[in-house]
């Protein structure tokens, strides 16, 4: 006897702004308790990456956080060390569309609170002056020097020709927060540019959907294209993504992915976040790659200590022979994609401390 399917599809979406809606439905209300500050982390960034992105939701969409909203002030007070999380999301929430004018007093509360003067990094100065300057206030208006120090950082191209994930994402997020989220030039100059590029070749050859996204946003910030073959090998990721209803599996999930590789689509005018959204708690799984070029790329450029070149011509034939068919085939898209050569100057990593003496 044949199997009874029932099709029953009660959370169906019909349109970009229903679906956009029950995302953000179920990231309030779905996955975590209010009280868990990941809460906060995961709704400040879907809230910033709608704002920025220019969509307009109905007020029923952003009702869910009616309750936040009321009581941003006892927030606030209670959990001033979360300040940032908390003046994003009211900041996003009046701007999106949400009735209301608390933020420009929870702006001057932070102000006159000196709540900046307790962070100890650039990037997280530059973050909460950006906040603050939304409703007019600059918290660090002594700091004269704090746009030299973070473009300087950016030009050390070097930097980012070698892995190193914790210096690549604090790159994107200086030029997110000097272009104001795209809205202003950040006046990066031909090194940042390579900066960006070198850590895109890097996230490229990881097949790191996260990172990439992210230099992908950040260069058109900048005011430039990414490479092509980055761009559609990004949109490609999107039919390998699954949202399922889950109870557990949003605790360790592929949420940020998914986040960050959507608003990509959507600054390049390739749709985003146009999935359908599930009932009840959701959780992300992210594609999983049978091949890691970056990783047999590094282990075998380790192994020819002793003879590594900086010219890529040299290098190839000898890496070539070494490498899985997979794992060639992407490093062949990423050379076509930049200046390979001067990314494998600093990648190939062939001066050694001996050497210079």
């Not at 609170?113 to 002594?142: H, I, K, Y």
């Not at 996230?203 to 761009?231: K, T």
């Amino acid at each position: 006897m044949g199997s009874v399917v029932h099709f029953d599809f009660p959370f169906r979406q019909s349109t970009a702004e229903l679906r956009q809606a029950a995302l953000l439905e179920r990231f309030v209300s779905q996955r975590r308790p209010e009280q868990d500050v990941f809460w906060l982390k995961e709704n400040a960034e879907l809230l910033n990456i709608y704002q920025s992105c220019g969509f307009e939701l109905p007020l029923t969409s952003l009702a869910p956080f009616n309750n936040f909203y009321d009581t941003i002030e006892k927030r606030l007070s209670f959990f001033p060390q979360y300040y940032r999380f908390l003046l994003s999301m009211c900041l996003d929430l009046e701007d999106l569309g949400l009735p209301g004018n608390r933020a420009e007093a929870a702006v001057d509360w932070v102000a006159k609170q000196g709540l900046v003067g307790a962070e100890l990094s650039d990037l997280q100065r530059a973050e909460a002056r950006r906040l603050c300057l939304r409703r007019g206030v600059d918290p660090v208006s002594r700091d004269l020097g704090l746009d030299d120090r973070l473009r300087d950082f950016t030009t050390r191209s070097e930097t980012f020709a070698i892995p190193n994930k914790k210096a690549a994402y604090e790159l994107t997020h200086i030029v997110f927060y000097l272009s104001d989220y795209g809205l202003k030039d950040p006046c990066l100059d031909e090194k940042s540019i390579q900066s960006l590029t070198f850590a895109g070749t890097l996230a490229y050859l990881e097949l790191n959907i996260d990172l990439l996204a992210e230099i992908c946003i950040a260069l058109r910030f900048a005011g430039v294209s990414p490479p092509e073959s980055w761009d559609s090998w990004l949109a490609e990721q999107t039919r390998y993504f699954a949202i399922r209803e889950d109870d557990m599996g949003w605790r360790s999930d592929a949420y940020h992915p998914y986040f960050m590789l959507n608003w990509h689509l959507a600054l390049s005018g390739q749709g985003g976040f146009g999935a359908q959204i599930p009932e009840g708690p959701i959780s992300f799984t992210a594609p999983r790659h049978e091949v890691a070029p970056l990783r047999e790329l590094s282990e075998q450029m380790y192994t020819l200590d002793g003879v590594r070149h900086p010219d890529w011509s040299a290098m190839r034939p000898k890496l070539d022979e070494t490498l899985s068919d997979m794992a060639r085939e992407v490093i062949n898209a990423a050379e076509q994609a930049v200046d390979f050569q001067s990314f494998f100057n600093g990648f190939a990593r062939a001066s050694a401390p001996g050497a210079l003496v």
